[in-house]
C-alpha cells in the first residue's frame, strides 16, 4: 500500500515538470519504479508497451496544460 502512495506522489510532482512531448514520460516513468523497486526487466518490459499508453498521456498533458492556460485567463482579466 505504501508503495502505491508514492508512485502516486512521485508522479503527481514529475507531473507537473514533463513537457507535453511524446515520450517525455519514458524517463519519469523508469525513474518512479526504479524508486518503489521495480526490476530493470520489468521496466523493459513496460516500456515496450509503452508508446500506445504515451500518446494517451500526452494528449491528457496538452489537455492539462490548455485548462489551466484558460482558468489563468479567466481568473486575470477580473
Known amino acids: 500500500m505504501l508503495s502505491i502512495i508514492i508512485i502516486i ?4 510532482l514529475a507531473s507537473i515538470g514533463t513537457p ?4 517525455a ?3 519519469g516513468l523508469s525513474t518512479i519504479l526504479a524508486t518503489v523497486g521495480i526490476s ?3 521496466i ?3 516500456i515496450s508497451v509503452d508508446r ?5 498521456r500526452t494528449m491528457v498533458n496538452v489537455t492539462g496544460d490548455l485548462t489551466a492556460c484558460c482558468v489563468f485567463d479567466k481568473l486575470t482579466r477580473d
Open 44 to 46: 523493459v518490459l513496460l
Open 40 to 42: 530493470p526487466i520489468g
Open 52 to 56: 500506445i499508453l504515451d500518446m494517451t
Open 9 to 12: 506522489i512521485t508522479t503527481l
Open 25 to 27: 514520460g519514458v524517463i
Open 20 to 23: 507535453a512531448v511524446p515520450g
